[in-house]
């Protein structure tokens, strides 16, 4: 099975500091994305940043930025100056090109923001 | 506009029963698809529709099945409940079924089987 693995259950970190939240993944394709999805205490998974493998660049959005090692398989997820409101739970996951929009999830990291 | 919406939010059903899950997508989106996240795990993916036909199924028994009308929203059943299947359902709406289609989630349905 082609598996995304995320190795910290729980991290914190204080308000208005940095932190870098961890992901792996299997896969024998060349081509597929990476995602962050947050779920908060409500539920619903929102969309954090995503991630093409073909593009070298990482991706950046606002506060989220990604460290993309493709031949490492890794796919890090780093929050600046975290929010009271960052406080939830993190996924990494993928889709691979014969899957359509299939998203493949790993068991995710709980992030507590610490006033 | 509306996001996904799922219905009910909450239910509670017996072992042996069956149960009916209902997801509107988003206006304009034709492809939907189930993820089951049993607690303290990440969503597992069930099924996908698009253009209300199976386009995608997950590693879950014949006890699952699904369809999608033809204003395109989904329903999800499950019969011959067990303990084993109380968990939140989450159904994602998306333009359509490219790799690269954002999907966007619901708030889910939490189900328990007692």
């Known amino acids: 099975a082609q598996t995304v693995t995320q190795s910290q259950p729980e991290m914190s970190v204080q308000e208005a500091e940095t932190v870098t939240l961890s992901c792996t993944y299997d896969?024998?394709?060349?081509?597929?994305?990476l995602f962050w999805y947050k779920q908060p205490p409500s539920r619903q998974m929102i969309l954090v940043i995503r991630?093409?493998?073909?593009?070298?660049q990482n991706a950046t959005e606002n506060r989220f930025s990604v460290n993309f090692q493709k031949a490492a398989k890794s796919f890090s997820l780093k929050i600046s100056d975290s929010q009271l409101g960052d406080t939830a739970m993190y996924f990494c996951?993928?889709?691979?090109?014969?899957?359509?929009?299939?998203?493949?999830f790993g068991g995710g990291t709980r992030l507590m923001v610490k006033p | 506009d509306a996001g996904v919406t799922q219905s009910p939010t909450h239910l509670i059903k017996t072992r042996g029963q069956q149960v009916t899950l209902r997801c509107s997508p988003i206006?304009?989106?034709?492809?939907v698809s189930w993820y089951q996240q049993v607690l303290g795990q990440g969503p597992q993916f069930i099924f996908q529709?698009?253009?209300?036909?199976?386009?995608g199924r997950g590693n879950f028994p014949d006890r699952f099945s699904a369809r999608q009308f033809p204003n395109y929203s989904s329903e999800l059943n499950v019969n011959a409940l067990l303990l084993g299947d109380s968990a939140l359902y989450l159904c994602?709406?998306?333009?359509?079924?490219?790799?690269?289609?954002?999907?966007?989630f619901g708030q889910g349905t939490r189900l328990t089987v007692v």
């Open positions: 994602a709406s998306s333009l359509w079924q490219g790799m690269l289609t954002e999907a966007f």
């Open positions: 896969t024998s394709e060349n081509n597929y994305y």
């Open positions: 991630q093409e493998a073909y593009k070298q």
């Open positions: 996951a993928r889709t691979q090109h014969n899957a359509g929009n299939m998203l493949t």
């Open positions: 206006s304009g989106h034709k492809s």
């Open positions: 529709y698009y253009e209300k036909e199976e386009r």
